[in-house]
């Protein structure tokens, strides 16, 4: 079930990301392009990020809004899934030279897609991440103790773990994690790139 609620907030994310997108382009009179579309999930995460990193700043309810963003996003997420199925499928297919490159991408993404459905289990994370994250969405702001120190260093990454918590998953930050390296696609979609994605995507 956590998996599952990750993916359509990930959705969600895609949906807030190619909106801001389309826009923008809108406002400065250019052309949306269906390539546009691999840079929506690190667009939108970084849109609702600045948003709640504001609110969490001034101490403005930021809890309510972050479960609100979320629960804004989960439905959203619902309304994308088909269209997100449809874009990438012609998106894929219109940005590579030739057929075997497509595949090799789809590969690298559907293995990077596994690793990231897996719970939370590294010892840092479990530590200092994913608590930092529910200190947020339970304070609704920083930590302002001196101890324990290592809940002072919580910033914006940890935002990204409340607003997957809000709704009851913790897969959601690798999720957005796997999703933003979406971003390299576009630029390293020529075959004479093929060893660059290989050393980018799979260090």
Do not use: W
Request: charged fraction near 10%; include cysteine; proline fraction near 2%.
């Amino acid at each position: 079930t956590s998996l599952i609620v990750s993916i359509i907030l990930l959705l969600g994310v895609i949906n807030i990301g190619t909106f801001i997108q389309k826009l923008i382009s809108q406002k400065l009179g250019i052309e949306y392009s269906f390539t546009n579309f691999f840079f929506s999930p690190i667009i939108g995460i970084y849109f609702i990020i600045f948003f709640i990193y504001l609110c969490l700043i001034f101490e403005f309810h930021a809890s309510l809004i972050i479960k609100l963003t979320a629960y804004t996003c989960l439905i959203l997420g619902i309304f994308q899934l088909l269209k997100f199925k449809i874009e990438l499928i012609y998106t894929f297919r219109n940005n590579f030279e030739n057929k075997s490159l497509h595949i090799y991408i789809s590969i690298i993404f559907f293995l990077l897609f596994l690793i990231s459905s897996f719970p939370i289990s590294h010892a840092d994370a479990l530590d200092y991440h994913f608590y930092g994250g529910l200190d947020l969405l339970q304070l609704g702001h920083f930590q302002k103790e001196i101890l324990n120190m290592h809940n002072n260093l919580v910033s914006v990454g940890e935002i990204i773990i409340a607003f997957g918590l809000a709704v009851k998953t913790e897969q959601f930050g690798s999720m957005i994690q796997m999703a933003s390296l979406l971003a390299l696609v576009p630029v390293f979609s020529k075959k004479k790139n093929i060893f660059l994605i290989f050393l980018l995507i799979c260090p």
